[in-house]
């Protein structure tokens, strides 16, 4: 549903919005309490079947864009309660990071197949004669599922010559490449976490925004308002995430307006990461490694190593783009604070290990961002330009699904001109899955292996504005205007960082 301003994506605007607002005002704790009223106006319910009920679902989203805790739902408890300790800069987030808010999930029916009222009662009626379980029947001239002997095969949906049999299939849940949704006792949505990898897929395709984030937005601002210098880092998928008028240069100068004495490209961790992984795959795979898998995306590569432990070294080790980038920062900038901003749930994840702790301080999505370019009254439309021209092309395509194994793929061409390089990719992590499938056959022996959760790749992720093929074209387009399409151009191409 992105790119589709819906209900939905208003109201989660605007909590980013008003926390944004909340914490350049710096307002007292109290008033925190006010902004469900000031979101959901009146005495007549809109969304729901009671304005109560939507401002309570209101609280609770503000509450995890503060990077506080869903409330018991039978414990009376204020929707401010714990903000004085959530309100440190410091302050990190406490799984889990994707959250179901129980009263606001609509208890889809788990997988099934129905019969609809396209339904002709044919005299053929093929839905009955394919069936293994005879679960089909015909009663009073149409067809009839017994969805207590059901196995959703679909058989039946695939013979009907009217298209009369659908396959009902939870948003969540079809969203959801791991099989990590599943019921509570009331039939509501419900995460399993030992298979969550905060991929955010099921936040974007909830059509009743029962599902959320927590968020770092309250922390990141008040940093910048106590003076604390902040360096912000900034994905390639940016490209017209903020509009027309939000050009990259204009973006990058929105940036310096919110506070951020710095604005990096982290095209040039992904840089770094592409030329490193030529060197890996060259001098592993093939010889210890039967293929080396691409890193940079956090949902993949956790997905990867969870699902199939016995593959997890053929994972690369090489930092990620967002890592590797906030490293050069913490170089250039000793004492500032790092902010990755992008579109991606799992780097709020990601930055969470103690591993990167010490580098990435906070990170936020640009849908996350924008909430703070409202709450300033940032218009791009006067916005002054400032040359955004850290990376190359490389490093910006790895925003799109492909780009990251081009920029691998031609930094070997370029360094290991007799090396040959086999290249499969997926997108989405059933596809993803289904690679590593046949790679654990033995089937990708000597490959490069790029694996991205979100549908078009880091464009389709979770903290994206625009819809995945306008985001694409951006993105093309902008690595076309970079000085240089090889990862070794970079100026930061001799840069020593540790692993």
């Known amino acids: 549903m992105r790119g589709i301003y819906t209900p939905v994506t208003k109201l989660r605007r605007q909590v980013f919005a008003q926390i944004a607002e909340f914490a350049y005002r710096n307002e007292e704790y109290a008033a925190f309490e006010e902004i469900p009223y000031k979101i959901i106006k009146g005495e007549v319910a809109t969304y729901r079947d009671s304005i109560f009920k939507e401002r309570a679902i209101i609280g609770e989203r503000l509450r995890l864009a503060m990077g506080l805790s869903l409330r018991k739902v039978d414990e009376h408890m204020p929707v401010a309660k714990g903000i004085e300790e959530c309100a440190k800069p410091e302050k990190y987030y406490e799984p889990p990071l994707v959250n179901v808010i129980p009263f606001a999930c609509n208890a889809c029916p788990e997988t099934s197949l129905m ?102 937005i309250y922390q990141l601002i008040r940093a910048i308002m106590d003076g604390q210098e902040v360096v912000a880092e900034i994905a390639p998928a940016f ?59 956090p949902s993949w590569s956790v997905m ?132 590593l499938q046949i790679a654990k056959a033995g089937k990708r022996n000597g490959y490069l292996l790029e694996g991205m959760a979100c549908p078009g790749g880091c464009v389709g992720g979770a903290g994206t504005v625009i819809p995945i093929n306008k985001a694409s074209a951006a993105v093309k387009s902008f690595q076309t205007k970079a000085g240089s399409s090889i990862a070794y151009d970079s100026k930061y191409a001799d840069e020593k960082i540790e692993e």
């Not at 990461?273 to 010889?287: P, S, W």
């Not at 780097?347 to 936020?364: G, N, P």
């Not at 490093?395 to 290991?416: F, L, P, Q």
């Open 115 to 216: 019969v609809t009222d396209n339904c002709r009662g044919c005299l053929a009626h093929p839905c009955v004669s394919v069936c293994p379980v005879k679960a089909v029947s015909f009663e009073n001239g149409k067809s009839h599922i017994d969805q207590d002997k059901c196995v959703r095969c679909g058989r039946c949906k695939d013979v009907c010559p009217y298209s009369a049999i659908v396959k009902y299939e939870r948003p969540c849940a079809a969203a959801c490449g791991v099989d990590a949704i599943e019921s509570d006792y009331l039939g509501r949505a419900k995460i399993n976490y030992d298979k969550c990898v905060s991929c955010g897929m099921c936040i974007v395709n909830c059509p009743f925004g029962a599902i959320a984030d927590k968020s770092q």
């Open 304 to 435: 990867a190593k969870n699902n199939f432990p016995d593959l997890a070294g053929c994972v690369s080790e090489a930092l990620t783009p967002m890592v590797a980038t906030a490293r050069i920062i913490k170089k250039e900038h000793p004492d500032a604070k790092v902010v990755f901003i992008g579109p991606c749930a799992a780097k709020k994840l990601e930055a969470s290990r103690r591993s990167v702790r010490s580098d990435v301080d906070f990170v936020i999505t640009f849908e996350e961002l924008m909430g703070m370019f409202v709450a300033k009254g940032i218009d791009f439309g006067s916005v002054d330009t400032e040359p955004m021209d850290d990376a190359t092309g490389a490093g910006r395509g790895y925003a799109v699904a492909g780009g990251v194994a081009d920029a691998i793929a031609n930094c070997i061409k370029e360094k290991y001109p007799d090396v040959e390089v086999k290249v499969d990719r997926a997108e989405g992590l059933r596809n993803c899955k289904k690679m």
């Open 239 to 297: 490209v017209g995430q903020f509009g027309p008028l939000a050009t990259p240069d204009k973006v990058k100068d929105a940036l310096k307006e919110l506070g951020f004495s710095a604005v990096y490209e982290v095209a040039i961790g992904a840089d770094i990461g592409a030329m490193a992984e030529a060197d890996h795959y060259v001098n592993h795979v093939g010889k210890d490694l039967p293929f080396l898998a691409t890193s940079c995306c």
